[in-house]
């Protein structure tokens, strides 16, 4: 997160930050199962869990956990892998474990007309498929 991305006193970064990350990944997961870059629909959950300040970096990843006919179901992490160290403008470390800082779930849709690829619903490959991405 860059300096330009923080809103907040202490150098706090907006949740919804967190959010546009997911939206980037949503995009590629549907591109990779669908050959569409599709619509987020809603979300039916979210938690920020631990603040973002500039100077983190911030792994966004996602998965499609279910697929209806037009619809695909996703579950989004975020985590701080690397911060900044105190007291220099810039030093960082890597972070052992990282910090779980924000999770979501929500449901994105592809049109039928849209769909380039075989739907995985119908496809042997239903229980073995995991699409998963990384920003």
Known sequence: MSAGDAHYGGGLVDG??????????????L???????????????????????????????????HYGNTSRQMRFEAKKVISPLLRSDSAAEILEIPILVCRASGTCMVPIAKQRFESPQHSWLLNTLHIETIL
């Open 16 to 29: 919804a930050y967190m959010l546009k990350l997911f939206g980037d990944v949503a995009t590629e997961l």
């Open 31 to 65: 591109i990779h199962s669908d050959g569409d870059e599709g619509l987020f629909v809603a979300y039916d959950n979210i938690e920020f869990l631990a603040p973002v300040k500039a100077g983190d970096y911030i792994e966004a990843t996602g998965v499609i956990t």
